[in-house]
């Protein structure tokens, strides 16, 4: 069974700091791999989606990862962060079967 | 486009109630999930459906829970008798199809918040 580790479960920074979220998965097949982002009291919304090709992704709001994958693993980046991006974010893998397995979530607290 | 559509927003029942929760999914997406996301942990899939029938429900308690889509549109999931351990918000979500990749990922629903006191 494929299962997803997201390894920090609490970030604080400034704003205006670099941001890096670890997400390492298990299976040895083919996947797809997602970052999810989910405002305070809102819905989960996609931030970007990696199928195949350039290993490196870019999404919105100027998010973008990177697929390792000797390393299995999909981290998440932003070079500057701002207060509004205060939120949790899931990464998430999917096989041929379309079943998303997520990680256990960051909660990311910018600090203005 | 209009989103995923799920009600209520929000129930608080006593242990070993029943509840029912509503998914109506967007037009044309042949493809269900019910996940449940506890609070501090990511959402879990309980069951899949493809427009009517079930593709995966290997995760579903299915002593208490059942979840239907006879149409092959909506959706409701049942928790009968609730736990205080359902506490959490059921997110229901939808895409195109299987294996969709020209689909980005699922649409999900602002979800329901159980709360079993």
């Known amino acids: 069974a494929q299962s997803v580790s997201q390894h920090n479960h609490h970030v604080i920074l400034s704003e205006a700091a670099s941001l890096e979220l670890g997400c390492n998965y298990s299976y040895g097949g083919t996947v797809n791999l997602f970052w999810y982002v989910q405002y305070p009291g809102q819905h989960l919304q996609l931030l970007l989606k990696?199928?195949?090709?350039?290993?490196l992704v870019k999404g919105i709001k100027g998010f973008e990862a990177e697929f390792i994958k000797s390393k299995f693993s999909f981290n998440l980046r932003k070079p500057s962060v701002q207060w509004s991006d205060t939120a949790e974010y899931f990464c998430?893998?999917?096989?041929?079967?379309?079943?998303?397995?997520f990680g256990g979530g960051t909660r990311l607290m910018v600090k203005p | 486009e209009a989103g995923v559509a799920q009600s209520p927003r929000y129930k608080i029942i006593e242990k070993r109630q029943s509840v029912a929760f509503w998914c109506n999914p967007i037009?044309?997406?042949?493809?269900l999930y019910w996940y449940q996301q506890i609070l501090g942990q990511g959402p879990k899939l309980l069951i899949q459906?493809?427009?009517?029938?079930?593709?995966?429900d290997s995760q579903l308690p299915k002593d208490r829970f059942s979840a239907e889509r006879l149409k092959g549109v909506d959706s409701t999931l049942k928790i009968q008798p609730a736990k205080l351990e359902d506490s959490a918000v059921y997110l229901c979500a939808s895409s195109l199809g299987l294996a969709s990749r020209s689909y980005y990922g699922y649409t999900f629903g602002s979800g329901t918040r159980l709360t079993v006191v």
């Open positions: 459906f493809q427009n009517n029938g079930v593709v995966d």
């Open positions: 037009s044309g997406h042949a493809t």
């Open positions: 998430a893998v999917n096989n041929a079967g379309n079943m998303l397995t």
């Open positions: 990696y199928f195949s090709g350039d290993p």
